[in-house]
């Protein structure tokens, strides 16, 4: 049988994860990621998101990068602190379904230069 943890257990340690991504002197970012390269980056909030309920929701959405450094299908994101440390990765990204970590509109697919925004980005715990 897997190990579970409690409701409060699950939402600490999405504390934990926002606390890392605050760690920095500034704010931390989300980057997209198309096979392993940051094709788009978002400068978050400070602090970055609310936890409660075993969700981490993230705070100042909708996120805008006004001109994507690469191009190609975004399918993960990772979160790291402003110095550049990673404090989650593996995040899901998709577009129009609640099923993901990361929302996109209206496409996840980016060119370089374009206009990449992210309309919603929670990350839900689970045992």
Same mark, same amino acid.
């Given at each position: 049988?897997? $190990?579970?943890?409690?409701?409060?257990?699950? &939402?600490?340690?999405?504390? *934990?994860? +926002?606390?890392?991504?605050?760690?920095?002197?500034?704010?931390?970012?989300?980057?997209?990621?198309? @096979?392993?390269?940051? !094709?788009?980056?978002?400068?978050?909030?400070? /602090? #970055?998101?609310? *936890?409660?309920?075993?969700?981490? *929701?993230?705070?100042?959405?909708?996120?805008?990068? /006004?001109?994507? +450094?690469?191009?190609?299908?975004? &399918?993960?994101?990772? #979160?790291?602190?402003? +110095?550049? %440390? !990673?404090?989650?990765?593996?995040? &899901? $990204? @998709?577009?129009?379904?609640?099923?993901?970590?990361?929302?996109? &509109?209206?496409?996840?697919?980016?060119?370089? @230069?374009?206009? !990449?925004?992210?309309?919603?980005?929670?990350?839900?715990? @689970? %045992?």
């Amino acid at each position: 049988m897997p $190990v579970e943890y409690s409701n409060p257990i699950l &939402t600490s340690r999405l504390q *934990v994860v +926002a606390n890392a991504i605050d760690a920095g002197g500034s704010n931390g970012f989300i980057r997209l990621l198309s @096979g392993g390269s940051v !094709v788009s980056s978002f400068q978050l909030s400070r /602090p #970055c998101a609310t *936890v409660s309920n075993n969700t981490l *929701v993230f705070n100042g959405l909708s996120l805008i990068d /006004p001109s994507a +450094a690469g191009s190609g299908k975004v &399918t993960a994101a990772r #979160c790291e602190d402003s +110095a550049g %440390n !990673v404090a989650i990765f593996g995040l &899901t $990204v @998709g577009t129009g379904s609640t099923s993901f970590d990361i929302i996109m &509109t209206p496409t996840n697919n980016i060119t370089a @230069g374009q206009t !990449v925004a992210i309309t919603a980005a929670t990350i839900t715990a @689970g %045992n």
